[in-house]
């Protein structure tokens, strides 16, 4: 593989990167917050990526082209899955707030995610989108020259999608809580937190919904 072969992969998956998808609500969730978290979400995602660039390396991604029905089934768990990030996300918010009334404060209490908490999301939000895996399977075969390692090859191609979405990610994790520091009027934060959980869980469920039809 080339320099040039490399740089045109690495053009292909700033573009992936540039589209927004789960992931990046995700960590615009987590990180209203705390950088440091969403930060972790975004270095979970990377790790997700390169996780799916080992399948492919050694075939087993090839399972989600050749059968629907396990493909119909990791979109559905994937779907499910941001609808419980959606869902536990607003339930959260709502009971920070209550706490917030109780103790005689504003009514609004940041809900902060722990660092671990965030990887953990970012990996299994990436595992569980099986269009990584078909992105693969789309296109390292074409970066991948014949006689060479096929294994070698497709991690190195993986660990370049991984650092471009993370350094995408952790750039939104950033201005997020950047955002939030400039908008910390307790109505704005309440109605992000709640905005942002509402889109995870209608995603979510246009996911499962999707699996369920095709």
């Known amino acids: 593989m080339t320099f040039v072969s490399l740089l045109a992969f690495a053009g292909l998956c700033l573009m992936l990167a540039l589209i927004p998808g789960p992931d990046t609500f995700m960590v615009l969730r987590i990180s209203l917050s705390r950088v440091g978290a969403g930060i972790s979400a975004a270095a979970g995602s990377g790790t997700g990526a390169l996780v799916w660039a080992a399948l492919v390396g050694f075939g087993l991604a090839a399972i989600l082209e050749q059968s ?11 779907g499910l899955y941001l609808l419980y990030l959606g869902i536990s996300s607003f339930l959260k918010a709502r009971k920070a707030a209550k706490a917030g009334i109780a103790a005689g404060g504003d009514g609004h209490q940041p809900l902060v995610y722990s660092k671990r908490a965030g990887y953990g999301a970012g990996v299994v939000s990436t595992l569980l989108n099986p269009k990584v895996g078909l992105f693969y399977l789309a296109v390292v075969p074409q970066f991948i020259p014949q006689g060479a390692n096929t294994l070698a090859i497709a991690m190195i191609l993986g660990l370049t999608l991984a650092v471009i979405g993370f350094l995408y990610l952790a750039t939104i994790a950033f201005l997020a809580y950047r955002a939030m520091k400039w908008l910390r009027k307790p109505k704005v934060n309440t109605l992000i937190e709640r905005i942002s959980s509402g889109i995870l869980a209608v995603l979510g469920v246009g996911v499962v919904a999707s699996g369920a039809t095709s």
């Open 68 to 78: 629907a029905e396990v493909f119909r089934w990791i979109k559905i768990a994937g």
